[in-house]
């Protein structure tokens, strides 16, 4: 490792520590102090309102939130693996944080790949790390945050040294990454390109009141517009049930509603302008003109009527406020055209036994979350039907 030295930035901790840390039990308690520490060192910077999705993960890791966490799981005789080897992802800025918690609560040492993209909440969140750090000393071998470039050698060596590996990241970065061996013993997590939607009763919608109606565009910027669309569990394409005249109704009225909080709250880059163009002319060639119509409502949403939903509707790509639309009956039309790669499904007034009757009845491979429309963000211990606590800790068995 001493060979690779001059081609690793390190904004935390040090490889050589971090390798030889020793298991800790899940929930150590050390771990819940640091992460309550850090969680009040983010939360005194003064914009941080401005980042929602770094006040969310600050929230989620206050200590009476991590002993209700803890409450959930049985916890004895259950240790974590050792060191975890993380690949974080350029796009979306706290992710590496995320990765990073639900690791040591598991009770593991963990080197993390940081993205070389800039971001003022990576920034926050490595200076509140350090500054907690300060404070328990002994968890610094536990936290190494690195960067480095696209050099396989450093990939490849801390990959035969890792207990585990944890790729963040699209199906082409998963595949660069699996170039690199782990050694016989380790394991590894994969989150891959997804695709996630969002369902809406057409009729509850128009009759739900005013103020309703106004959550439901907060909510639903907070799941697309926050991650610029590129969180895997952001919502792409709105589907409306029941009666074709109150659903276009509905929708007119959603998407009026969602220009105006997006004007309010969202930066759109001239480049994001472009690539929806270049989206939209992509799709209207390759599907049947006849049934597509654009909608803009103005340059900050716009709206694809994709007629029905088809199984390969997870092929088209939509960031920066693009969205797919479709208009369908009922909830089975759009469960029986899920794919394994369908992960979140958001909704507004649908029942979700029927929707998990339906999934159970088909027998579809995707869809791994059901939430209301705003809670598609919110930060778990369980991922795409994973359990972080149990998939990265391991079980002493006493008889």
Same mark, same amino acid.
């Given at each position: ?17 971090? +390798?030889?840390?020793k ?7 050390? +771990? ?8 009040? *060192? ?5 914009? +941080? ?11 989620? &890791? ?11 799981? *049985? ?5 974590g693996?050792?060191? /975890? ?10 992710q ?5 918690? +639900? ?8 080197i ?7 971001? *003022? ?66 394991f ?11 369902? &809406? ?25 926050f991650?610029d ?8 394409m ?10 276009r109704n ?33 799709i209207?060639?390759? /599907? ?33 406020g ?5 208009f ?6 759009? &469960? ?31 869809i ?8 598609? /963000? ?17 079980? &002493?068995?006493?008889?």
């Amino acid at each position: 490792m001493i060979l690779m030295q001059q081609n690793i930035e390190y904004m935390i901790g040090s490889m050589e520590e971090t +390798v030889h840390a020793k298991p800790l039990p899940v929930f150590d308690r050390n +771990v819940i102090e640091l992460l309550d520490d850090v969680s009040k *060192e983010i939360l005194k910077i003064r914009n +941080v309102r401005e980042f929602e999705d770094l006040v969310s993960i600050a929230f989620w &890791i206050r200590k009476a939130s991590l002993i209700k966490m803890k409450q959930q799981y *049985e916890t004895k005789d259950r240790l974590g693996y050792g060191l /975890m080897f993380h690949i974080t992802p350029s796009n979306i800025p706290v992710q590496f944080l995320y990765s990073l918690v +639900v690791s040591l609560l598991a009770g593991n040492a963990n080197i993390i790949r940081m993205s070389q993209k800039e971001f *003022e909440q990576g920034r926050i969140i490595c200076e509140a790390l350090r500054k907690s750090l300060e404070k328990y000393p002994s968890m610094l071998p536990y936290v190494c945050l690195l960067r480095y470039g696209h050099d396989k050698e450093i990939t490849d060596e801390l990959s035969l040294k890792c207990d585990g590996r944890i790729v963040w990241g699209g199906d082409a970065t998963i595949s660069k990454i699996r170039e690199s061996p782990l050694s016989a013993r380790a394991f590894e997590l994969t989150f891959a390109d997804r695709f996630s939607l969002c369902i &809406i009763n057409g009729q509850k919608y128009l009759e739900a009141p005013s103020d309703t109606k106004e959550i439901l565009a907060h909510g639903f910027y907070t799941d697309t517009f926050f991650s610029d669309q590129n969180a895997c569990n952001s919502p792409r394409m709105v589907v409306w049930i029941g009666e074709k005249e109150s659903c276009r109704n509905a929708a007119e009225i959603f998407w009026n509603l969602e220009k105006e909080v997006v004007e309010q709250k969202y930066a759109l880059e001239q480049i994001s302008g472009v690539n929806k163009l270049l989206q939209e002319c992509t799709i209207a060639i390759e /599907m049947d003109a006849k049934r597509d119509r654009k909608n803009s409502y103005g340059n900050y949403v716009n709206v694809v009527n994709v007629g029905e939903v088809s199984p390969n509707i997870s092929d088209c790509k939509g960031n920066g406020g693009l969205f797919f639309q479709a208009f369908v009956e009922n909830v089975r039309d759009i &469960i029986k055209c899920v794919q394994k790669d369908w992960q979140t499904l958001s909704y507004y007034g649908v029942c979700t036994t029927e929707i998990l009757c339906a999934i159970r009845e088909t027998g579809v491979k995707g869809i791994d979350r059901i939430v209301p429309i705003g809670q598609s /963000m919110p930060p778990s211990l369980q991922w795409e039907g994973i359990d972080f606590i149990y998939s990265l800790s391991r079980h &002493i068995h006493v008889l």
